[in-house]
């Protein structure tokens, strides 16, 4: 399975601020996804990203609050924007791929807290 | 449509006892469904993954969960638990929308004691 990693792993930020999270994967990867799990919850599914393609977004989430960028089969980055103490969550990226394009292999995630 | 159904939210059980960890399922189709783990403070890791190969399907660290279609379970199980084993399971469905999107249960928290 692909190895993949974020950064960072934590941070608490000021509301009204941005932060920017890095997914790293250490093959080549069709699908990329994001998810945010609000304490104490399961996982959401912010959006996809397929690479070369604007990511799709799940109901109630928005470009505007959570771009994202997909430049190439290895990496993504997933921005929280103008955020706001309810964002504070667990946020992860995920993969799929390859022969078996039904499995997704989890980061490790980043902890965010917005006070 | 899709959905997956964890049937309790905590499993409390003592080391050296068998583990079940509930899931029923929803699905138009046959579905691909997944367990996976996480302990405190990491990420997700897959323990075992249903298509249809076979019912049974076992996973790592002893873990096995066997589908039933006629009671659209895919319940969780290990013959003797360990306390490394205390951590958050879900049970996934894969969503059939597209792009593989995949749907969590609410997730189990098993407490192992000593």
């Known amino acids: 399975s692909a190895v993949i990693s974020q950064k960072p792993s934590r941070d608490i930020c000021q509301r009204g601020t941005s932060l920017t999270i890095q997914c790293q994967v250490d093959?080549?990867?069709?699908?990329m996804f994001w998810y945010r799990q609000q304490p104490g919850q399961s996982l959401t599914l912010i959006a996809t990203a397929n690479q070369g393609s604007e990511a799709t977004y799940e109901s109630g989430f928005v470009i505007d609050k959570f771009p994202i960028s997909r430049p190439n089969l290895t990496f993504s980055t997933l921005t929280v924007s103008n955020m706001s103490p309810e964002d504070s969550s667990i946020y992860l990226c995920?993969?799929?791929?390859?022969?078996?394009?039904?499995?997704?292999?989890f980061g490790p995630g980043t902890r965010l807290t917005v006070l | 449509a899709q959905s997956v159904t964890q049937l309790d939210s905590h499993v409390s059980v003592s080391e050296g006892t068998p583990v079940l960890l509930r899931c029923n399922y929803s699905s138009s189709y046959s579905p691909s469904l997944f367990w996976y783990v996480q302990h405190p403070n990491k990420g997700l890791q897959l323990l075992l993954k249903?298509?249809?190969?076979?019912?049974l399907v076992k996973g790592i660290n002893g873990f096995e969960a066997e589908f039933k279609k006629s009671e659209t379970s895919f319940h969780l199980t290990k013959p003797s638990a360990h306390m490394s084993d205390a951590a958050e399971y879900f049970c996934?469905?894969?969503?059939?929308?597209?792009?593989?999107?995949?749907?969590f249960g609410t997730g189990t928290r098993l407490l192992v004691s000593p």
């Open positions: 996934v469905v894969s969503a059939n929308t597209g792009f593989q999107k995949l749907l």
């Open positions: 249903y298509t249809s190969a076979a019912t």
């Open positions: 093959s080549q990867v069709t699908m």
């Open positions: 995920s993969v799929s791929g390859g022969e078996d394009t039904d499995t997704q292999y």
